[in-house]
């Protein structure tokens, strides 16, 4: 009966029960007094966890007697479960509901984990001995002590605890492992301190691929691509090739990319594909993401072909849109096209910001021709250019000596009202001036005031001199006193 070894689980003193330094309950278990848990407690187990918390631990088992309420298995989880604050406490409401009958392996479990949580690791051996004569441990037991010395920063002490587990009648499998190494890095440690646990029990205990998974997410998150490379290695030949295991192909992918070793990724994912093992669109979403912030357009292309040949993914619009920026921020139009091009085939569609990256990568990359024939496909689209790429095709047309197709580009602006037109009506105004269109530049200029668009200063400045200039001083004189009853109003 339990009553034979409860005794072993002495009573913790008030002033041992939250030493200096201890871990408190950890955010997943709630206080009974939380609205969300009361609502549902059951009013029996309410009523015990008031005791417990209220009573003066000297007085619990006395006032939980007086209560009438009989300690049953199914109130005493979540009367453990809500009072970690209350160690003391709970270790003698736990003696006095152990009276009667036996506890269950959870209420052990949960007995444990409150106990080291509380840093009360002598208390919480105790109760692992008497467990186990109960037979009541399990690998969740070993679990919880992991991750109450991990969070107490003893991690040495936490691999001791996995060195004696076979004593307790508890296997160190895979599970156990991995519960060791998840504990080290959940609790504060580092993936140097996980990798050290795992070189030292990997000889004794057995591993799966959820272990390389928890030791590369680990690399990951320091960005140690080094260590990230020895253990994916080690994971190959353990554990194999194995498509389940795709977790720790992300991580070890992910390490190689945001450590600036994309050429290794890319060699990695070409075998991966002769493996059948290449990873989904998260991955590539993430990768890609990478890329872009470095501006790796090289891989970033490389990559695109793999997920979209290789793998058969089909990319997102935001994916499109981010390698097209890319693409076009380095001037490679081309490919940029290319992408567009696809796009539609894979049920995919462009949205403005697709169309102006282009037609701004068009501009400034002065090819004349294909941004003519782009802006009439962005018409057509009805996926206009935007008030700045409208001032820039104007620039570039007149820098190109094409006044026509500068004058087109305003004409689309006004047609499409694509406001604001100040930029781009002052751009015309200042490129026929420069071509010494003088008598175009009043004609539209005329029409710039009718709409109320604003003329600026410097505009003016730069007309009056090619006015001079072409000798047709009275023309801009007109010109310039309306201008300035224009801006009077």
Not at 472 to 488: A, I
Request: net charge negative; hydrophobic share 45%.
């Amino acid at each position: 009966m339990a009553t034979a070894e409860l005794p072993r689980l002495a009573p913790i003193p008030p002033s041992a029960a939250a030493p200096p330094g201890a871990a408190q309950a950890p955010p997943r278990f709630p206080s009974h007094r939380d609205p969300g848990v009361s609502a549902t407690l059951d009013p029996r187990a309410f009523a015990l966890c008031e005791i417990v918390a209220t009573a003066p631990v000297a007085e619990v088992e006395a006032t939980l007697e007086r209560s009438g309420i009989p300690p049953l298995p199914e109130l005493v989880d979540p009367v453990i479960r809500l009072s970690y604050s209350r160690a003391a406490a709970v270790v003698r409401f736990f003696r006095w509901s152990g009276l009667s009958r036996r506890h269950r392996p959870s209420a052990w479990t949960l007995m444990i984990d409150l106990l080291g949580r509380n840093a009360l690791f002598d208390a919480m051996w105790d109760a692992v001995r008497s467990a186990r004569e109960e037979g009541a441990l399990s690998p969740a037991t070993f679990s919880s002590a992991f991750s109450s010395y991990c969070a107490a920063g003893r991690f040495r002490d936490a691999a001791m605890t996995f060195d004696v587990m076979d004593r307790y009648g508890v296997s160190k499998d895979a599970f156990a492992v991995n519960s060791l190494l998840a504990a080290v890095l959940r609790e504060g440690g580092t993936a140097s301190d996980a990798g050290d646990m795992f070189d030292r029990v990997k000889s004794s205990a057995a591993v799966d691929g959820d272990t390389f998974a928890i030791l590369l997410e680990g690399w990951e998150r320091e960005g140690n691509a080094a260590r990230a490379k020895t253990t994916f290695g080690e994971m190959v030949i353990r554990v194999g090739w194995d498509a389940k295991n795709m977790s720790a192909f992300d991580a070890f992918l992910n390490t190689l990319v945001g450590a600036g070793e994309a050429d290794e990724a890319v060699k990695f994912l070409r075998v991966m594909q002769s493996k059948g093992c290449l990873p989904g669109l998260k991955f590539f979403t993430n990768a890609l993401g990478n890329l872009v912030k470095q501006g790796d357009a090289k891989h970033a292309l490389e990559f695109w072909q793999i997920m979209v040949e290789g793998a058969g993914l089909v990319p997102n619009l935001a994916m499109y849109n981010a390698v097209i920026t890319l693409l076009c921020s380095q001037g490679d139009a081309d490919n940029a096209l290319r992408l567009l091009d696809e796009m539609p085939f894979n049920g995919v569609f462009p949205d403005s910001h697709t169309y102006n990256t282009i037609f701004d990568c068009l501009l400034r990359t002065k090819k004349v021709h294909e941004a003519d024939r782009f802006l009439v496909e962005m018409r057509k689209n009805e996926f206009p250019p935007t008030p700045s790429n409208c001032a820039a095709a104007v620039w570039m047309f007149f820098d190109r000596y094409d006044p026509e197709a500068a004058a087109e580009v305003w004409r689309c602006a006004v047609e499409d009202r694509i406001w604001p037109l100040d930029e781009c009506a002052n751009q015309l105004l200042v490129g026929l001036r420069e071509l010494g269109r003088v008598s175009d530049a009043r004609r539209y200029a005329e029409e710039i005031l009718d709409m109320g668009i604003a003329i600026t200063e410097e505009t003016m400045a730069k007309l009056k001199s090619g006015f001079e200039k072409a000798r047709k001083e009275d023309v801009y004189e007109r010109l310039e006193r309306r201008w300035k009853k224009g801006k009077r109003h």
